[in-house]
């Protein structure tokens, strides 16, 4: 089945402890992106990679990390998680960078950082 | 800049009723349009996209979707709600050349028998 797998589904941690939140898709897609959801806010872009070891800054990067070098993985981290990234975050990729092409989302990710 | 206005962060309907859900955008260019669905504790799913070649869109489930140039509209609609409809729905739009989709704020639709 075609997807995109992101682990873990929730977790709950402290100020400063480095966490990092896996992703991975098995439809061979070029490009991936992070997202954070917040009420009211919709869906904001973290970070994107538009193949392996190309990635770069989205709208709120400030605080998160990316590394893409796999195609299937991309993964997130948060070097030193502050309570302000308590957020619903979702990893999504799409066949190749063209702007036409819809993404396919993984299931999200629930972080609360206290 | 491109951008994306949902009017309406919750609306509700009966079930049998006529669902629409309004999506404005804002953009210099022709645009690509997408109608996501997010159910309970999933992520998003796509409902339709417009690109560039029919101007009324028919997606999955039911919705349909109509692009209006002059209106600056891509508003979403299901003739007749079913309770399994109840989730919330973002309208994105690509302008860029390659992938940048901004999404709306979101609205959530709830039915009631």
């Known amino acids: 089945e075609a997807q995109v797998t992101q682990n873990p589904r929730y977790l709950i941690t402290v100020t400063g402890k480095k966490l990092t939140v896996t992703c991975s898709q098995n439809?061979?897609?070029?490009?991936m992106s992070w997202y954070r959801q917040d009420p009211g806010l919709g869906l904001r872009q973290i970070y994107y990679s538009m193949n392996v070891e190309v990635t770069d800054k989205g709208d709120v990067p400030e605080g998160y990390k990316v590394s893409r070098k796999e195609k299937r993985n991309f993964p997130l981290i948060l070097e030193s998680p502050s309570p302000n990234q308590t957020s619903l975050y979702f990893c999504?990729?799409?066949?190749?960078?063209?702007?036409?092409?819809?993404?396919?989302f993984g299931d999200g990710t629930r972080l609360s950082i206290l | 800049a491109q951008s994306v206005t949902q009017l309406g962060s919750h609306v509700s309907v009966s079930e049998g009723a006529l669902v629409l859900l309004r999506c404005n955008y804002s953009s210099s260019v022709p645009p690509y349009l997408f109608w996501y669905v997010q159910y309970p504790n999933q992520g998003l799913q796509l409902l339709l996209k417009y690109t560039s070649a029919a101007t009324l869109v028919k997606g999955i489930n039911g919705f349909e979707a109509e692009f209006k140039k002059s209106e600056t509209s891509f508003h979403l609609t299901k003739p007749s709600a079913h309770m399994s409809d109840a989730a919330e729905y973002f309208c994105a739009v690509n302008t860029e050349g390659f992938q940048k989709l901004v999404f709306g704020t979101g609205t959530r639709l709830l039915v009631s028998p």
């Open positions: 999504a990729s799409s066949p190749t960078g063209y702007s036409n092409q819809p993404q396919h």
């Open positions: 439809m061979n897609h070029e490009y």
